[in-house]
């Protein structure tokens, strides 16, 4: 919803907030790859119950995260391989987070929220499941109320304000819910897409039926 919302404006967003970044030949898989190593620090935080200083880091690895593809559209340097490898590192750094959060749970003798950390994990790349394998099939698949933005921050406010549990609470809810309402989206369009090709195979067949009668 977060990035519906901004759409191609962030390009010129990011343009006016941070010139520098288009001032030097920047890697953007390099910085891909710099958010990732930011981002493990912000887990590492999480798992020793340092959640502000690794909020603060969740929110650095997302600055990187987020201007790479703007680097890479301004240098003319995107690629499939640029944007498989974003995805990827996406997924370590959503599993790495909550991953830590559980163990900090766990450790300190708190099963219940251990438990809602790993419900949280699971949903959460039940997510990015659902809208990949659909995404293979249907073309420009969108939907849900909690995208990957939104949980990031979440979990960054979570850890500034001290609101941690709650945070946690509400990504495994709402990532649970956005991966249902993928699949029931995916369903109705992939009927349609079997309705259709149903439609032409008909038709394939009733136009042979004719060929044939007609010789």
Same mark, same amino acid.
């Given at each position: 919803?977060i990035?519906?919302? +901004?759409?191609?404006?962030? *390009?010129r967003v +990011? !343009?006016r ?16 790859l710099l958010g @990732? ?13 340092a959640f502000r ?17 703007v ?5 003319g340097k995107?690629s ?10 996406? !997924?370590? +750094?959503?599993m790495?987070? @909550?991953?830590a959060?559980m163990?900090f749970?766990?450790q300190? &003798?708190?099963?219940t929220?251990?438990?809602i950390?790993?419900?949280? @994990? ?6 990015s499941y659902?809208?990949a ?6 073309? *420009?698949?969108?939907g849900?109320? @909690?995208?990957?933005?939104? !949980? ?7 850890g500034?304000?001290g ?18 309402? !993928?699949?029931s ?13 149903? &439609?032409r ?5 009733q136009r042979g039926g ?6």
């Open positions: 919803m990035k519906a919302s +901004v759409g191609t404006g962030l *390009d +990011v !343009r907030l941070f010139p520098f970044l288009f001032h030097v030949k920047l890697n953007p898989n390099w910085l891909s @990732l190593a930011v981002s493990l620090g912000a887990a590492a935080g999480f798992s020793r119950g200083s690794g909020a603060l880091l969740v929110l650095a690895g997302g600055f990187f995260d987020l201007v790479d593809g680097v890479a559209r301004a240098q995107t499939t391989f640029g944007g498989f490898l974003d995805s990827s590192l996406d !997924r370590v +750094v959503d790495a987070l @909550l991953l959060l163990m749970y766990a300190a &003798g708190r099963v929220l251990a438990w950390c790993a419900w949280a @994990l699971v949903a959460s790349v039940m997510t659902t809208k394998r659909a995404e293979s099939r249907l073309a *420009d698949f969108q849900g109320i @909690l995208e990957r933005a939104e !949980r990031v921050v979440l979990l960054a406010a979570g500034l304000f609101l941690m549990p709650l945070a946690v609470t509400v990504v495994a809810v709402g990532a649970s819910v956005t991966a249902l309402q !993928r699949v989206i995916a369903h109705r369009r992939m009927q349609a897409l079997d309705a259709e090709a149903r &439609g195979t008909l038709q394939d067949t004719s060929d044939d009668g007609g010789a």
